[in-house]
């Protein structure tokens, strides 16, 4: 199944924790389109793997057929941790579902990066699922 990164007329919400200056931040927003792309590529993984979203069986979750291939970001946190020392970014998507009326939310998956400083490259540490 194909992706698509659509916008749904929300904005997304942005937290900083853990004691991330503004500066990190920003220097980390300067990357966007690089987690982006991590988080594109976890995500199309995922939803293609039979393993985690099947491919047409009604009796489990999630079930690959129900999706419309589309998906949004819901929100981001970004952590400045000390041990160990670097940055966690948490990427919530949502993908969305076939209805008759449309499409609404139905898988949630929850990417989480690391990188060492600003300018290191990105580590994935995990991917989550939740039911929407």
């Known amino acids: ?18 004691g991330i200056s503004l500066t ?27 393993d985690l979203c099947f491919a047409d069986c009604e009796n489990l ?3 690959r057929s129900k999706l419309t291939g589309n998906y949004y970001i819901d929100s981001v946190s ?18 969305t579902e076939r209805l008759l009326t449309g499409e609404d939310d139905y898988l949630g998956l929850e990417v989480v ?8 490259t990105f580590e994935v540490w995990g991917i989550d699922s939740s039911s929407i």
């Open 1 to 18: 199944m194909n992706l698509k990164l659509i916008g749904n007329g929300i904005e997304t919400e942005i937290a900083c924790y853990e």
């Open 24 to 50: 990190q931040y920003q220097e980390l927003a300067k990357r966007w389109d690089e987690m982006l792309s991590i988080v594109h590529k976890e995500v199309f993984e995922y939803i293609n793997d039979d």
């Open 61 to 63: 979750f999630p079930t």
């Open 78 to 95: 970004y952590i400045n941790y000390v041990n160990p020392a670097g940055f966690q970014i948490t990427i919530s998507t949502r993908l």
């Open 113 to 120: 990066l690391f990188a060492k400083s600003v300018n290191d």
